[in-house]
């Protein structure tokens, strides 16, 4: 071949200003395409040889990345099947350009929140390298033997205008040299391509060689003076990826420690273990392989969520799954393998597609699956995980109908006393003491033992067992089950007295007439907080307290919700303000005497110190308040 130069076809416009301009912000995953590329050329080449078409010497296969500082060039070589001149036409000058200005077109329409989205998953393939270079060279060998065969170089700096000859290359493949251009010096960075290559490459099933590095290796028959083995240093090759990652292997084939060690290689910088693992793998009707990681989750959840990494037939693509995966399984950790999953389009698209949603749901129900396998198989071990597990169930259960459908069998509530308990067996623990005159199931619960103390004291006195409901979307989740429930409500042990959350029968007659208790609400409404308690009268029995504070379990339930949902939304800017019920006993002694009590000021102590006493177990007690009652405790005393 003499050497041409020639115009790239081109269509609309110069398309490698746009490319600079447009795809800045994404323009590293020019690496992962130039080695997707040599991986593609290598696995070919294979396929080539398992076929009968190619008889030669494989030889090694590494691809090699190479940064050479001095003259400003990153290198990606691999020996691979290579190509011909005319395949370099063919290939780079006219496909490969015509899908970068497909790109390109298609690009320039969206949106820019969308743009961002197709950056990362439209294989803009060779011509990215664009973005980072000045000048993109390509030396290539075909694998092919014959008279129109000679190595080829080619070369472009970014304008129309691209030049091919013929040039001297021993081995067999390809080299990509991108010059890379002044603003994009990083790439030149030996830190910076290891970051690239772990971040897109790990798991590349050809080897990828960055360099050597340095291990130590012992020197047999050598110990120093305190017997420790002597070692050397060596300089081995630096192989950046696994190329068998466990997700390929067969399920059957791999043990606990293995799965353990590769959440360990997915997240090096993870101290706690996984909870337990889900291994992914059909073929039909679309192909998946992965690994999916219930992981130990912390009260910031949020910040743990985006961790499963999104494969492409090993080639990294995205750790962002939303919409691919439902929902509640972001908590998760772990991969996702399938060349079938559309990358080049966006989200809203993705949402969308038949085989995404057909995806979604098959991994919605393996973690069902496994779930419930675990729990048949060892209750116990199901007990033991459960505090950790329960946000994914129960977020699963709030958000995705047909994951409840499966959960609703082996979800656990569990008691105060730390007893487990499916949804059935705790209907039953329940039904014959927590009925209420109505025949509607009362269930109770608690979100913090400590605070609540008193209150569950007071339902268990009564035989009535407690729910502790104190994880993150609780609240969400009494919602949802309570739906779900038939004739049946939940409540928290604070929100009422015990005897007005479960009534057994007509309210007995009251002790006080209303004028009566017209006068003791004026006595109370005098020392307290008007604007934060309401004074009620219960019939409660004689050693019940004289006072307790409860809040409305509606009321409350729209406060965690504003707390939940970001504050101000239904009343304004302030928000809902926390509002109680002082009920007061009408059959507590203390209460009787206050009637018969003359003096107003010894009236008043008694109801301050009632009222304190009501609002000190429930926690509202504090700073200047709390200093108040201490001192007239202690006069009291005296
Ligand atoms: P795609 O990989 O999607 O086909 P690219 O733009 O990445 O698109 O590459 C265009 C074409 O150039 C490839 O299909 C292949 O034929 C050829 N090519 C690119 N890199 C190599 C390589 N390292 N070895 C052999 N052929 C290559
Ligand atoms: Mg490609």
Redesign the pocket.
């Known amino acids: 071949m003499t050497t041409q130069k020639g115009q790239i076809d081109i269509k609309t416009e110069n398309i490698f200003p746009i490319i600079k301009k447009f795809l800045y912000s994404d323009h590293e995953i020019f690496l992962r395409?130039l080695i997707?590329?040599?991986v593609?050329?290598t696995q070919k080449l294979k396929t080539l040889v398992s076929t009968g078409a190619f008889k030669g010497e494989l030889g090694g296969l590494t691809i090699h990345v190479e940064v050479d500082k001095k003259n400003k060039t990153l290198t990606v070589r691999?020996r691979?099947?290579?190509?011909t001149g005319d395949?370099v036409k063919k290939?780079?000058n006219q496909?490969?350009f015509s899908?970068?200005e497909e790109f390109v077109k298609k690009f320039k329409t969206k949106s820019e929140a969308e743009q961002h989205n197709i950056i990362g998953h439209f294989?803009l393939?060779?011509?990215s390298s664009f973005m980072v270079s000045e000048k993109v060279e390509i030396k290539?060998k075909t694998y092919k033997k014959g008279g129109a065969t000679k190595p080829v170089r080619w070369e472009c700096d970014g304008s129309p205008e691209y030049l091919l000859e013929d040039t001297e290359k021993e081995d067999r493949?390809?080299e990509?040299i991108l010059h890379i251009d002044k603003e994009n010096k990083e790439f030149l960075e030996d830190h910076k391509i290891t970051e690239l290559l772990n971040k897109y490459c790990k798991f590349l099933p050809v080897p990828i060689q960055f360099g050597m590095k340095t291990e130590y290796e012992p020197i047999e028959g050598k110990k120093d003076k305190d017997g420790n083995q002597e070692t050397k240093e060596v300089k081995v090759p630096n192989i950046i990826n696994n190329t068998h990652p466990l997700w390929k292997n067969k399920p059957a084939a791999a043990t606990d420690e293995d799965y353990k060690n590769f959440y360990r290689e997915l997240y090096p910088m993870t101290f706690e273990e996984p909870l337990f693992h889900i291994h992914l793998n059909v073929d039909y009707p679309f192909n998946l392989t992965g690994i999916l990681y219930f992981p130990k989750v912390k009260k910031d959840y949020k910040l743990q969520r985006n961790k499963i990494q999104l494969y492409s037939n090993q080639v990294f693509v995205t750790d962002s799954v939303e919409g691919i995966v439902p929902e509640f399984l972001t908590l998760l950790h772990g991969v996702i393998d399938s060349p079938d999953i559309p990358l080049n389009v966006s989200r809203s698209y993705l949402q969308s597609d038949q085989s995404v949603k057909k995806i979604s749901s098959y991994i919605t129900r393996k973690v069902a699956d496994k779930l419930s396998e675990i729990f048949k198989k060892d209750r116990k071990v199901f007990e033991d995980k459960w505090d950790d597990i329960k946000i994914f169930i129960e977020y699963g259960m709030v958000s995705e109908p047909k994951f409840y459908d499966k959960a609703e069998k082996f979800a656990l509530l569990k008691n105060t006393e730390g007893k487990y308990f499916t949804f059935e067996e705790y209907k039953k623990h329940i039904e014959t003491a927590q009925k209420d005159k109505e025949n509607k199931l009362v269930y109770l619960y608690a979100t913090n033992q400590e605070e609540q103390f008193s209150y569950i004291e007071a339902a268990k006195e009564r035989g009535y067992d407690v729910l502790i409901m104190d994880g993150v979307l609780d609240s969400h989740f009494i919602q949802n089950i309570e739906q779900k429930f038939e004739n049946s409500s939940f409540a928290r042990v604070d929100s009422d007295s015990i005897e007005k959350l479960i009534k057994k029968e007509d309210e007995a007659p009251s002790k006080l007439d209303d004028k009566q208790k017209e006068q003791l609400k004026a006595m109370f409404e005098r020392n307290i907080n008007k604007e934060q308690f309401k004074v009620e009268f219960e019939n409660l029995s004689e050693s019940d307290m004289p006072a307790t504070i409860t809040q409305n379990e509606f009321m409350r339930r729209m406060k965690d919700m504003e707390a939940v949902g970001g504050g101000g939304m239904m009343m304004g800017m302030g928000g809902l303000p926390d509002m109680y019920d002082l009920i007061v006993n009408a059959n507590n002694p203390l209460i009787g005497k206050l009637l018969v009590e003359e003096d107003e000021k010894n009236q008043d102590n008694l109801i301050k110190q009632v009222y304190d006493l009501a609002r000190l177990s429930k926690n509202l007690l504090k700073g200047k308040e709390l200093n108040d009652f201490v001192k007239r405790s202690v006069n009291i005393i005296e």
């Open positions: 395409e997707s590329n040599a593609d050329a691999d691979g099947l290579g190509m395949e290939y780079i496909i490969a899908s970068a294989g393939g060779f011509y290539t493949g390809t990509i």
